[in-house]
Structure formats: C-alpha cells, structure tokens
T-cell receptor, first 117, second 114 residues
Framework: AQKVTQAQTEISVVEKEDVTLDCVYE???????LFWYKQPPSGELVFLIR??????QNEISGRYSWNFQKSTSSFNFTITASQVVDSAVYFC??????????????FGAGTTVTVRA | DGGITQSPKYLFRKEGQNVTLSCEQN?????MYWYRQDPGQGLRLIYY???????QKGDIAEGYSVSREKKESFPLTVTSAQKNPTAFYLC?????????????FGPGTRLTVL
C-alpha cells in the first residue's frame, strides 16, 4: 500500500501565483515525521521543511508555508508568489519507525511544478 | 565545503557487467543511504547503513550490494543480477537514523544499460 500519496502529477502556474501541493500519508505510528524535499533539474534533492507528529502548528518560512492536519493525514505545502526558480519536482516523505532504532523514509511519487514567466 | 559527492555523473554499462557507484560524504554523518529513482516515481530505498561495517537491505536490494568500510564512503555495486538497472541513483546521509534528521543528498548518478 502506498504510504505517501501525492495526487497531483503536474502543476503549471504563471509567476507570482501561489502553488499548493497536496500530500496524504498513511501510518499506524503515533510518532512520525514528515518532510518536503525539492528536486531541481540538476537532480539533487534539497530538504525544505520537517514536521513531527506532535506539532500541528502551521508555519510560514519565507515564501513557504505548510498545513499539517493529523485528522485527515495531510501535509500540504504552499509556495507563495511563485518564481521561475521554484520549477522543480517536489516530494513529500514520511519517516516512521520500522523496528527498534530503525526509521524508514517513504517518498511520494512527486509533483512536477512548472512556473512560467 | 561539506557535502556529498557521487561519481560518475553518467555511467553506461553493458548487460552482464557489474558496476560500482561511488558515494562520499564529509559531513561526519553516521547514516548513509542509497535510493533508486525511476521516471515518474518517488525514491525507493536500496540499502542503508547506520554505522561502519554494518548495513541493512531496503525495499529493493535484490541485484545490488554495498560495503561500509569507512564512515565517509558507501559504494553501491549494481550486479548483473539486477534485471532492470537503468535508473537514477541517489546517495544520501544523515546525522543518525533517528527519523527526525533530514537526509542530505548527493547530485546522483544516471546509469544506463546498453
């Protein structure tokens, strides 16, 4: 079963529009961690944000914000006032304990974001 | 600068050959990982290591082998037993495998079987 689902395959916007990326996860753990990573055309994944399962406070960091809702198992990510440099593939990931002291990171399939000038 | 290096960037292999992908990190991280990425899919874990001289299989370990003789290095060998090895391979590291530590990724190696 898919642990992390990113229903949006591709999103295309015009510069300065906001972009919201959806992420739904599945876990039986009470302690887990959620991440968003960005993969630009160069290929290297870049860490963006992290949230643990005990902290549902939503935050804003620069042009990035996220909405974590345990009740719906969702961890959505928003880019405000998008720029061409935001064009990339964005991955949502879930880290959960698989056995003692052994965590595993499960990735969604990714959402390709294209920002047009 | 601290970071993760992978080499080569592009690798071509003939069927039946073993090839080794290099991964080196100077971040002083204990944990290292190998992922495979196929078009339109997320990353899938091949092998990981939490400490020198120890490693664990991930979800798709068949046809791959690794070693962890040094903290800084975690090479991946793609053997001839891997039936469909053409993919993008990413190496990562983290402080520990405690779940909350973000993983840092290398630039990747694109392997093509001719």
């Amino acid at each position: 079963a898919q642990k992390v689902t990113q229903a949006q395959t591709e999103i295309s916007v015009v510069e300065k529009e906001d972009v919201t990326l959806d992420c739904v996860y599945e876990t039986r753990d009470t302690t887990y961690y959620l991440f968003w990573y960005k993969q630009p055309p160069s290929g290297e994944l870049v860490f963006l944000i992290r949230r643990n399962s005990f902290d549902e406070q939503n935050e804003i960091s620069g042009r990035y914000s996220w909405n974590f809702q345990k009740s719906t198992s969702s961890f959505n990510f928003t880019i405000t006032a998008s720029q061409v440099v935001d064009s990339a593939v964005y991955f949502c990931a879930l880290s959960e304990l698989v056995r003692s002291n052994d965590y595993k990171l499960s990735f969604g399939a990714g959402t390709t974001v294209t920002v047009r000038a | 600068d601290g970071g993760i290096t992978q080499s080569p960037k592009y690798l071509f292999r003939k069927e039946g050959q073993n090839v080794t992908l290099s991964c080196e990190q100077n971040l002083n991280h204990d944990a290292m990982y190998w992922y495979r990425q196929d078009p339109g899919q997320g990353l899938r874990l091949i092998y990981y290591s939490q400490i020198v001289n120890d490693f664990q299989k991930g979800d798709i370990a068949e046809g791959y082998s690794v070693s962890r003789e040094k903290k800084e290095s975690f090479p991946l060998t793609v053997t001839s037993a891997q039936k469909n090895p053409t993919a993008f391979y990413l190496c990562a590291s983290s402080k520990t495998d405690r779940g909350y530590n973000e993983q840092f990724f290398g630039p990747g190696t694109r392997l093509t079987v001719l």
